[in-house]
């Protein structure tokens, strides 16, 4: 014999007050509205060096069209841009070089490694390959891979975007963002 269901019959809806409800209107959290339109409008900064590059203009071909995500406008000078896809080896001697680029792009900005290079020096386990672009500069996602397929670059512009959907406006001025940029010496 099965139990009999019970319903909460004392939840009451919410009550909209009057004038803000009905055709065209809409209640939301500022932070949300703003993520939301962020994140459909990212400008990405390819920063590619070698063969992840090269998925990376596959992912900008017509096949997988990255603008369909709204965010097939390259930038190539960072005061334009708010994500940094870093994909491709990355030399020591070239790290100064992207820090700088990542220094020079306004806030609020998002990081991108793209494949196993960018995040970990990959299979250059040498003198001369950074170890991970996450020794100079802070990294939101990293996409695996050797090189990552254009639907894992995809997956990466995705995961931004769930970041910035989520992130409140007010992170930047945040005790632990100060913090995390105050260990890697940027203030
Ligand atoms: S991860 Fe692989 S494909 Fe990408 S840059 Fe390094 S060696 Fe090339």
Redesign the pocket.
Known sequence: MSRPVQYNTNNKPAIIPEGYSGEGFMATKMDRLVGLGRSHSLWPLPFAT???GIEFMGTMGSNYDLGRFGAERMGFTPRQCDVLLVA??ISKKLAPVLRQVYLQMAEPRWVVAI???ASSG??FDSYSVLQGIDQVIPVDVYVP???PRPEGIIEGVLRIQDLVKAESTRRRNHLRYKELMESYGIE
């Open positions: 070698s063969c992840c491709g080896t494949g196993a290079c990959g299979i891979g050797c090189p």
